[in-house]
């Protein structure tokens, strides 16, 4: 099933760093392991699709349920996991979460970086926002920092 066929308010907006009791029962109590085979499957599966995202604490796989105690790993963490997948065996959101990435924003051509040390006229405020850095080899020596927005995700302009 695709996340564009599930209501919003179905989707849980998980957070990396942030700990979270997962967890899943079946309706009207019908068995979710039927056997030993059928769990271990499960905790295969697991660590096969989420454990490369996920540090797990602890886990109880009951017959008509589970629990989770999990911690979403950090986005660099994350992303690490991805770039070392060939383009090629990227699954659809990990190809999506690439996209997001830009190894060198300095040649990113949807960003005004550039213009900032271009001569060529521009509608940007150049003059103002290099003064606020002190001069545009401030601002190259600020942008060459290596950059840790954690914290600062509510101050970002992305999806």
Known sequence: MKDEHI?????????????????????????????????????????????DYLHTYAYCLLDNHFHLLVRIRSMPEIYEHVQNIKAVDRTAPQKQLMHKLVKDFTAYQWSSYRAFLSEKPTSLERTQVLDWFGGKQHFVEFHQLKADYNGMEDLLIED
Request: charged residues 30%; aromatic residues 18%; without cysteine.
């Open 7 to 51: 209501p919003k308010n179905h989707l849980a907006q998980l957070h990396a760093d942030y700990y979270y009791h997962v967890y899943n029962r079946t309706n009207n109590k019908e068995l979710l392991f039927r056997n030993d085979d059928n769990r271990i499957l499960f905790l295969e599966k697991y660590k096969e699709y989420l454990q």
